[in-house]
């Protein structure tokens, strides 16, 4: 299980320092994870300890960012005010997405099975 | 002893925040997963209240949330475990993924942040709708690369999330979408992780199309978003 965190650690650490030291907009995580999905993919399967570690750290996925969330308490008196179209601008544009995808997959999608 | 002993341990907001989290998880389980008891919604409305009753600052409450945020970042570099075990799906209709989410990606973050401009909302909360349709943790990371404010961004997210859960069946019922697989990338794409959750219910296919649609807006949307709002905006 410790290797697994080695892992996943000496990845995102690689992909900040590489996101920092060249002023990349994209986050290092992001980085660090594109560069682990290719090296999934050039070894060709999945070590033991990784995948362990990596369905942990996802089932409790949902967990881990309720402490950012709770920075709400700070931005009251704003949600108070905007709420409708915040409601409004967040639930009509999930449908419009939502709409859009299923359409595009269907149409470029082998039609298959 | 003086209870502000207690409330401003870092260990007090440890607790509550992994106590909440787990017994909203086991209600929701017992309750067949209704979308509505999300543990995520209800922890967070918990949390907010402890810090509210409390009277202790956020700062205060970070101080032993902090652990379970620092996990972030690791579990971002994660989701490559379940993308790369859904590798065989995804080569089966790769260019179909890929030009879906290319297109779906700018239109689900810009069509929102257009209509918040439009409202003349306060540009903070403007910027803080981009990222909306990503997986939390990369919007997240998202809403810091580009200035915004992340906690303002999870809202969005977490909307965005669980409106997709509640209502995209009736959707698809409606507008007669019936291949489980475009039903279930949709969904992922649309209202990534709590989305996916349920696209299982509908089947294991939908769900694990959701899983390749919510990991590929993620990737997509951590890239692409934080250059068109470097250049654009």
């Known amino acids: 299980m410790i290797n697994g965190f080695i892992i996943l650690i000496a990845f995102l650490f690689v992909g900040d320092i590489i996101s920092t030291f060249f002023e990349l907009p994209i986050p290092g995580a992001i980085i660090g994870m594109i560069m682990l999905f290719i090296t999934l993919i050039l070894r060709k399967k999945i070590d033991p300890s990784i995948d362990l570690v990596s369905r942990g750290l996802i089932s409790a996925l949902g967990m881990l960012f309720v402490p950012a969330s709770v920075g709400v308490v700070q931005y009251f008196d704003l949600i108070q005010q905007q709420w409708p179209i915040m409601l409004f601008a967040g639930i009509s544009t999930m449908f419009l997405t939502l709409g859009l995808t299923a359409f595009l997959f269907l149409r470029l999608s082998k039609k298959e099975e | ?199 299982f219910q509908i089947s294991e296919t939908a769900g694990t199309y959701a899983i390749i649609g919510m990991s590929l807006m993620g990737i997509t949307s951590g890239i692409m978003l934080p250059i068109l709002v470097i250049f654009f905006l």
């Open chain 2, 1 to 199: 002893m003086d209870m502000i002993y207690v409330t401003h341990h870092p260990l007090a907001s440890l607790m509550i925040t992994l106590c909440s989290f787990s017994a909203f998880q086991s209600l929701q389980k017992r309750c067949n997963g209704h979308s509505l008891l999300n543990p995520v919604l209800w922890s967070i409305i918990c949390c907010v209240s402890y810090v509210e009753l409390t009277g202790i600052d956020y700062e205060t409450y970070m101080n032993g949330a902090q652990y379970i945020n620092f996990l972030l970042g690791p579990v971002i570099v994660a989701l490559a475990v379940p993308l790369y075990r859904f590798l065989e799906d995804i080569k089966k209709d790769v260019a179909a993924f890929i030009i879906t989410v290319l297109i779906a990606c700018p239109i689900a973050g810009f069509s929102a942040y257009f209509l918040m401009v439009m409202a003349h909302t306060p540009p903070d909360l403007q910027q803080a709708i981009i990222p909306k349709s990503a997986s939390t943790p990369i919007a997240i990371e998202i809403a810091k690369k580009i200035g915004s404010v992340p906690s303002l961004t999870v809202i969005f997210v977490i909307m965005t999330g669980v409106s997709g859960s509640l209502f995209s069946t009736y959707f698809f019922k409606l507008f007669k979408i019936k291949n489980e697989r475009a039903q279930g990338f949709a969904i992922g794409v649309a209202s990534h992780g709590i989305g996916a959750a349920r696209a």
